[in-house]
């Protein structure tokens, strides 16, 4: 790592850390949903709304930090494109519910739980991964796991993508479940972009 004369801002990395366990809270309720009635369902959506919120003005408390602060950790690009990643998470997850609520799907295709589970480990691993940004150690497996998850998903979302094709479903109900499951390999994506940009950060301060 390089030898810096200059204070580095210190506060980020509370902040990414507590950005990422709010996404821990929303795989929470993701798991939460698979079990829930569907009468249940539109509590959970709220509470999910309330993470959302709540994750926004995690990113807006980064972004007024990066605007404020001569001097940060590391790059104000990365800085930025994590916390924005971050929040991509979180927004695509409750967009995930939202749709289940308002679209008034009684039952969710087998295999939905699968890309929840991956989720809901990807999540544990970033919330695990961002404390460490502050002395830029145990990080590699992390990003390679990570990696590693998103190729799983794409799998399991290919697998429901066939299955709600299989005619099975009509015209109305696929179009709906793939919007959710769409929406669920979105936020594997963003999981997949926040390691990246961990790894490029990493990268720029070995």
């Known amino acids: 790592m390089r030898f810096r004369l200059t204070p580095r801002e210190t506060s980020f990395y509370d902040m990414f850390a507590a950005s990422a366990d709010n996404i821990v809270t929303g795989s929470k309720l993701l798991m939460e949903l698979l079990g829930a009635e569907p009468?249940?369902?539109?509590?959970?959506?709220e509470r999910m709304r309330a993470a959302e919120h709540a994750g926004d003005d995690a990113t807006h408390a980064i972004f007024h930090q990066l605007n404020s602060s001569f001097i940060t950790p590391f790059d104000r690009e990365d800085i930025y494109s994590l916390a924005s990643s971050l929040d991509d998470i979180m927004d695509f997850m409750e967009e995930a519910v939202d749709l289940v609520v308002l679209y008034q799907i009684e039952e969710l295709p087998k295999g939905v739980e699968q890309q929840?589970?991956?989720?809901?480990?990807?999540?544990?691993?970033?919330a695990e991964a961002m404390p460490n940004l502050r002395t830029m150690t145990n990080l590699t497996e992390y990003w390679i796991e990570v990696n590693r998850l998103e190729n799983q998903a794409d799998q399991i979302h290919r697998k429901l993508l066939a299955h709600l094709f299989n005619g099975k479903y009509d015209a109305i109900e696929v179009l709906k479940l793939k919007q959710v499951v769409d929406v669920l390999?979105?936020?594997a994506d963003a999981f997949e972009h926040v390691a990246n940009t961990v790894e490029t950060i990493a990268v720029k301060e070995s």
């Open 116 to 126: 929840i589970e991956v989720l809901a480990r990807a999540a544990e691993l970033t």
């Open 39 to 45: 009468s249940a369902r539109a509590e959970i959506a």
């Open 185 to 187: 390999e979105e936020a």
